[in-house]
């Protein structure tokens, strides 16, 4: 059974960095067409993709905070952890971790964990 | 970017109606569209990938159609549990970008 869980704090400081960490199971990172995303949503709005890394360590983010984050992957511990720098109010949302599959043709995000949700105030 | 927009961005229907919801995107992205449904409180979950193809265990009410700049997503009969929200969400370009969403609501 694939899942995937979200770990972090609940509450940072404006100006401080988020560490969050998804650790995986039923699948491993080191597999050629599996990778991890991440994806957040603040409160009551839409869903915005943050940053996806694969096991050939390819990654990508996006353009409007690519400044701020890093992803990164330790396949021995099953984990991918992104960091996000100089957190704001606006940033508050449930940050989602899920399974990517890459094809021939297609992208898409398979199996996702249950989120965490992170409040930014000081 | 390439913008994504849902329409419309909300609508009321009743069980067995027919719904069907667009997906445009700002440029060609040929068949790199994935559709999702959220659940109030719940993670979202993957319908429908690359256009057309069906995610296991979806059930055979929902599919997909479309290509280049625009995609559709059809329920045939709506069930009770269809009452949601449903992202489309292009993984064309190098920065993957979602749908403001579409919520589907009771009649």
């Known amino acids: 059974q694939v899942t995937l869980k979200e770990s972090g704090p609940v509450l940072v400081k404006p100006t401080e960095t988020l560490t969050l960490t998804c650790t995986v199971s039923?699948?491993?990172?080191?597999?050629?067409?599996?990778?991890v995303s991440w994806i957040r949503q603040p409160p009551g709005k839409a869903l915005e993709w943050l940053a996806h890394?694969?096991?050939?360590?390819?990654?990508s983010y996006t353009t409007s905070l690519k400044s701020r984050l890093t992803i990164s992957k330790d396949t021995s511990k099953s984990q991918v952890v992104l960091t996000m720098t100089n957190m704001g109010p606006v940033d508050t949302a449930t940050y989602y971790c899920?399974?990517?599959?890459?094809?021939?043709?297609?992208?898409?995000?398979?199996?996702w964990g249950k989120g965490t949700t992170v409040t930014v105030s000081s | 970017d390439i913008q994504m927009t849902q329409s419309p961005s909300s609508l009321s229907a009743s069980v067995g109606d027919r719904v069907t919801i667009t997906c445009r995107a700002s440029?060609?992205?040929?068949?790199?569209l994935n559709w999702y449904q959220q659940k109030p409180g719940k993670a979202p979950n993957l319908l429908i990938y690359?256009?057309?193809s069906f995610q296991s265990g979806v059930p055979s009410r929902f599919s997909g159609s479309g290509s280049g700049t625009d995609f559709t997503l059809t329920i045939s009969s709506l069930q009770p549990e269809d009452f949601a929200t449903y992202y489309c969400?292009?993984?064309?370009?190098?920065?993957?970008?979602f749908g403001q969403g579409t919520k589907v609501e009771i009649k």
């Open positions: 899920a399974r990517t599959i890459a094809g021939d043709y297609y992208y898409y995000m398979d199996v």
């Open positions: 039923g699948f491993s990172l080191s597999n050629a067409r599996l990778g």
């Open positions: 890394i694969f096991s050939t360590d390819e990654k």
């Open positions: 969400q292009q993984s064309y370009s190098t920065s993957w970008t």
């Open positions: 690359a256009a057309s």
């Open positions: 440029q060609s992205i040929s068949s790199y």
